[in-house]
Each structure stands twice: as structure tokens, then as C-alpha cells.
């Protein structure tokens, strides 16, 4: 067994037991997912949410609602599948009730690169590529509905089918949000390199 194979299921072990102790109701269980997940769901809500506040507020519901229902985790997918899906449900219903979710909106890129620059990202693959190619600054930027589903499809995975289904937009209006985003950040990369080339 591969070193990160071994840390994968210890992972895994840890979660189950943590799991098993916040069903008997030991909050102390919490604070130890917390830990252990806390530094990449807060990520994730930023990804989702481009603005470092609201990432904050949706951090703590998302721990919440993993609190009040941790009942319904039946044990079908690994607990971190569950737990990012929650907090993706979380974020999404939170940026609804904001009344932003339709604007597309551009946020300081400044502020944005420095709060992603505090982000201790972990070393699973996505978030390691999206850190070193610097693509990560960029995604926080785009026009909200292209952000949501570039997240939800490059980096966590879901289908059209089931982003179409949770944003309540048809499947080629993902397909064509995911097209828009990465023309959007290609030429950000591009203008990018073309300033560094430029300083040179």
C-alpha cells in the first residue's frame, strides 16, 4: 500500500470514528471534524462564494447542519462525500437567500488573492493544481452563475445533470456557464502572463 493510500483510509478511519462519537452526542466529535475538514470546506465556500464574510457565515452552517443531521449520514459514500455535499447545499441555498445569485459580479481581485493566499489548503490533488497554476485567485472572480458551476463541475465533480437540477437551470445552461468560465479564465491567465512577461 502506497504512504498515500495509507493516509487515505487512515483518513477515513478517523472520520468513522469521529462520525460514531457525534451520533452518541459528544460535541467534542464536532470540533474534531472540524479539524480535520474545517481548512477545506472553508475553501470550498469561498470558491462558491467569491467574497470572504459570506465564506465564513456558510463555514459555520455548514458545521451546524452537520450537527443537526449527522443522523442521516448512513454510512452509503465516504463521510467526506457527504460532508462537501452538504456544504455545497448549504452554500447555494445561503447565496439564494443573499438575493445574489443572479448577478454577475466582479469582487476585489486584491482581497480575494490575499484571503485565498490564508487558505492552508491540504494536499489532495484539486486544490494543490489549483494553487500552484494560480487559477484559484481567478475562479473567485468570475461572474457568479459561471463560478457556481465551474466549482461544482471542475473541482467537486458533479454532473450537468445534477448541477442543472440544484441551480435550477437547464443542463446546456451549465454546459454553456462551464464553457463561459473557462474562456474567462484562460484569458485571465493569458493577461496574466502577458504582465509578467511584460515586467521581465
Given amino acids: 500500500m502506497s504512504p498515500a493510500q495509507f493516509k487515505g483510509q487512515d483518513l477515513q478511519e478517523k472520520d468513522d470514528l469521529l462520525v460514531a462519537q457525534l451520533k452518541r452526542g459528544q460535541q467534542s466529535a464536532l470540533k474534531g471534524i472540524y479539524d480535520t475538514h474545517g481548512k477545506r470546506i472553508y475553501a470550498l ?36 462525500t457527504w460532508l462537501y455535499s452538504v456544504a455545497s447545499n448549504v452554500a447555494i441555498s445561503h447565496l439564494r437567500k443573499q438575493k445574489s445569485w443572479w448577478r454577475s459580479w466582479f469582487g476585489s481581485a486584491e482581497q480575494n488573492e490575499a484571503e485565498l493566499e490564508n487558505i492552508e489548503v491540504n494536499d489532495e490533488q484539486t486544490n494543490h493544481d489549483l494553487s500552484r497554476s494560480g487559477l484559484d485567485k481567478h475562479i473567485a ?11 461544482l463541475f471542475a473541482v467537486e465533480g458533479w454532473r450537468h445533470e445534477e448541477i442543472g437540477k440544484k441551480l435550477n437551470i437547464a443542463v446546456g445552461s451549465s454546459k454553456a456557464q462551464y464553457h463561459r468560465a473557462k474562456q474567462l479564465l484562460q484569458q485571465a491567465l493569458n493577461n496574466e502572463e502577458a504582465i509578467t512577461g511584460a515586467s521581465r
Fill in 141 to 151: 472572480n468570475l461572474p457568479e452563475q459561471a463560478r457556481m458551476v465551474f466549482v
Fill in 45 to 80: 465556500c469561498f470558491r462558491l462564494s467569491g467574497d470572504k464574510e459570506i465564506a465564513e457565515d456558510i463555514c459555520q452552517e455548514v458545521f451546524v447542519q452537520v450537527w443537526q443531521k449527522i443522523h442521516n449520514f448512513r454510512g452509503d459514500s465516504k463521510f467526506s
